[in-house]
């Protein structure tokens, strides 16, 4: 599996930090990373009362091809209602871009003590939010509602931090925090009969202090010094689209180097000692990206991946961020495309043109071989450094043809065909999804050695070499990490570095009512409790890597089972209030007593593991709104 993480991050104030020792902010994800470092609470911070809080950011799959939206702050809150800014900068996110990736935010110094929440706080007035429709096509959201369908301009996601995700920053000792904004559990978006879109939001963060669900991190900024004797380099953090320049407001990072690091410097390709000896060679603020993995015990970012230089987008060309749909000579269209231009700016475009030459560098994500524009394919992700020549929105075109392709790992999304009646040497899948887009939306006619061999996603043929498949049984939702074999040459359609059961990923529940419910549940026990899908809303689904379960499909109601132990944390809110609770039963039973005394349940979100064959959610964490009952039901 690739080892790529995505990061977002959150606006942080540190006006009531002495700035002195603002060394270092955290790279933002999809899901956002933060490293936090504890200060002391008076405005004279000492280095001795100081420590340091890594932020990552990082999301769940959904249907939008793009959502980009303003992170205005992220807000850390004391044990003793003393609050933190965390983010020096408004900043710009795509979450759709970072559901396998962490970004770091920010680096930044703390005061010391015990944190028990986080909030992210996000600016909807300015959102580029595309969906698909019912034909795979991108639409455009221009309207973006709360549950009650008042209009969204700002919102505030939170997350409490206790149990295992307790966060303490303590004298001389680095702490990380990854919030993942998850986009399935917190939006849903329902078309009118002329297939306008509206898009309701209620949000949902996780946490995640001790790197339980660790993804590949990405580092995003200008190179500030080479240490060849240390292995290590560092870079001044610009995370997302904050131009690469001496700003250090979000800090630095230290990022660590093996001989096993491949570099990508100026398009030319280099692996350990060698890279780093050419990163030292290059003048200070050389733009960088860094793909890697934060390491605990010591703490630190170990990179796997460099690109400086004009290998990095913003430079001297355009570059196009997307997956191959379709390919018919050397003219390749790009799906989902983010195009950033030279000048720094940023667009959207559905679909994109793209020329390819002989003369075109053709590059492989982790490898440092030659490879030519025939191993181009469709359904391959990809980068594409070249020119923008033409700007309409429904001939877009980029000429690649001086330029450079660089194949990422791509994705796919589908269920085992274990029982496949078609006689293949290969892992067979019945493919739903490439990366993010529909299957429906690729021609995959030349992808094969003659026409009866193009890949059909009904047969995808999936060569996963060695890999121990015996766990795999027919129609499990799987995913495959790997690359699209070259084009005009399958058999195999893809050659895969990893394969996910995603039935035994953590899953999120959950389940909304309108109007608001006096009764929830259909069944309990002492540790259970079965789901009532009476009066169920617009948010009733179990999201997991990808996949999604519509409950009201289920032959069976879907219940919520408390872990062996019956112990996790357990919360109500209602009005401004919070009551958390380690104990199921005693969670149950306020619940109880709550509606007796006139409350209703609005929504309940649930995390844990899920079992499609019983229905049946396993967590220690279920979170629940509750308002004053206005409607008997």
Not at 369 to 388: A, M, R, T
Not at 407 to 412: E, F, H, I, N, P
Not at 525 to 542: M, Y
Not at 598 to 613: L, P, Q
Request: proline fraction near 3%.
């Amino acid at each position: 599996m690739s080892n790529f993480s995505i990061i977002e991050y959150k606006r942080i104030s540190l006006s009531s930090i002495n700035k002195s020792i603002v060394k270092m902010l955290l790279v933002c994800l999809l899901a956002v990373s933060l490293v936090l470092v504890g200060c002391s609470q008076s405005d004279d911070v000492s280095e001795e009362n100081a420590s340091e809080l890594v932020i990552g950011l990082t999301d769940a799959k959904g249907d939008f091809v793009t959502y980009t939206v303003d992170v205005t702050s992220i807000t850390m809150v004391k044990a003793n209602g003393a609050v933190v800014q965390v983010l020096p900068l408004t900043t710009r996110v795509d979450f759709a871009q970072y559901t396998e990736l962490t970004e770091f935010l920010t680096a930044a110094m703390v005061p010391h003590g015990v944190y028990v929440q986080a909030i992210m706080s996000l600016d909807y007035s300015n959102a580029d939010i595309w969906v698909e429709d019912d034909n795979g096509d991108a639409v455009k959201v221009e309207s973006i509602q709360d549950v009650d369908g008042n209009p969204i301009v700002t919102l505030d996601a939170s997350v409490r931090l206790e149990g295992r995700n307790k966060l303490v920053i303590s004298n001389g000792s680095p702490a990380h925090i990854t919030l993942d904004f998850d986009l399935e559990a917190s939006n849903r978006v329902v078309f009118d009969t002329a297939g306008i879109p509206t898009q309701i939001v209620a949000p949902f963060l996780l946490a995640d202090v001790e790197l339980t669900k660790p993804k590949p991190h990405r580092l995003r900024g200008p190179l500030a010094s080479v240490d060849l004797d240390d292995s290590s380099f560092d870079i001044i953090i610009r995370p997302f689209r904050h131009r690469h320049r001496d700003d250090r407001r979000f800090g630095t990072l230290k990022v660590v180097t093996n001989d096993a690091t491949v570099y990508d410097i100026n398009n030319d390709s280099y692996i350990g000692a060698e890279g780093l000896r050419t990163m030292n060679s290059l003048p200070l603020l050389t733009a960088t990206v860094v793909i890697g993995d934060l390491k605990l015990n010591p703490r630190r970012f170990m990179a796997r991946e460099v690109y400086a230089g004009s290998s990095v987008p913003g430079g001297t060309l355009d570059v196009v961020n997307g997956t191959v749909l379709a390919r018919t000579g050397n003219r390749l269209t790009v799906r989902g495309a983010t195009l950033i231009r030279a000048d720094g700016s940023v667009i959207f475009n559905d679909r994109v043109n793209v020329t390819v030459a002989d003369s075109t560098r053709v590059k492989k994500q982790l490898s440092t071989k030659k490879h030519d524009i025939s191993e181009i394919s469709v359904g391959q992700k990809v980068s594409i450094f070249g020119e923008l020549t033409d700007n309409r929105i429904d001939s877009t075109h980029v000429d690649a043809s001086e330029g450079v392709v660089r194949m990422k790992v791509t994705k796919l999304y589908g269920t085992s065909m274990v029982d496949s009646a078609l006689v293949s040497p290969y892992f067979m899948m019945n493919l739903q999804r490439i990366n993010r887009t529909r299957i429906s939306q690729f021609d995959f006619t030349g992808t094969g050695i003659d026409a009866a061999n193009d890949a059909d996603s009904g047969n995808y043929e999936v060569d996963t070499g060695a890999m121990d498949l015996s766990d795999i049984t027919n129609n499990l939702a799987v995913k495959a990490f790997g690359f699209v074999t070259p084009f005009a040459s399958a058999p195999a359609d893809f050659v895969a570095t990893t394969l996910v059961d995603l039935t035994k990923l953590p899953a999120v529940l959950t389940l909304n009512w309108k109007p608001e419910t006096t009764v929830p549940f259909d069944a309990m026990t002492e540790n259970s409790v079965t789901l009532s899908l009476r009066g169920a809303a617009l948010f009733h689904h179990v999201g997991r890597g990808g996949a999604v379960v519509d409950l009201s499909t289920l032959n069976i109601a879907p219940v919520i089972q408390a872990n062996e132990f019956s112990r996790g944390l357990f919360e109500i809110r209602e009005r401004a209030s919070r009551q958390l609770h380690t104990s199921f039963y005693n969670f149950i039973d306020d619940i109880e007593k709550r509606l007796d005394n006139g409350s209703a349940m609005k929504r309940i979100v649930v995390t844990g593991f899920f079992d499609d064959a019983t229905a049946t959610l396993t967590t220690n964490a279920v979170e629940v709104v509750m308002v004053e009952s206005v409607v008997g039901n």
